[in-house]
Nanobody, 122 residues
Framework: QVQLVESGGRLVQTGDSLRLSCAAS????????MGWFRQAPGKEREFVAG????????NYADSVKGRFTISRDNAKNTVYLQMNNLKPEDTAVYYC???????????????WGQGTQVTISS
């Protein structure tokens, strides 16, 4: 069992940067691939970024490529999402997830956090 707790979401302005953190409980964090997803009001949850167990594999949604970076610190049981050059369309609740592979499909993940709100003002 893995419990995930996101933090770092807040209100920022267009062009600002923000780093989200996702702290995981349990001793098996390094055995999970991790993903970040987001959900805006009235929209479906969408994939943002994925990261392999050792951190050597990453994949990103086209909408965030070049602006967002996913990383992990297995010693701290934490995964991060560095978000640069934020845009109003990035406004959403951001969720982290843990699963066997770093895929863009949410059904492939076994554990989810409660989400953190990110709001970008124009």
């Amino acid at each position: 069992q893995v419990q995930l707790v996101e933090s770092g979401g807040r209100l920022v302005q267009t062009g600002d940067s923000l780093r989200l953190s996702c702290a995981a409980s349990g001793r098996t964090f390094s055995s999970y691939a991790m993903g970040w997803f987001r959900q805006a009001p009235g929209k479906e949850r969408e994939f943002v970024a994925g990261l392999g167990r050792s951190g050597d594999y990453t994949n990103y949604a086209d909408s965030v490529k070049g602006r967002f970076t996913i990383s992990r610190d297995n010693a701290k049981n934490t995964v991060y999402l560095q978000m640069n050059n934020l845009k109003p369309e990035d406004t959403a609740v951001y969720y982290c997830a843990a699963g066997p592979i770093a895929t863009e499909y949410p059904f492939a993940y076994d554990y989810w956090g409660q989400g953190t709100q990110v709001t970008i003002s124009s």
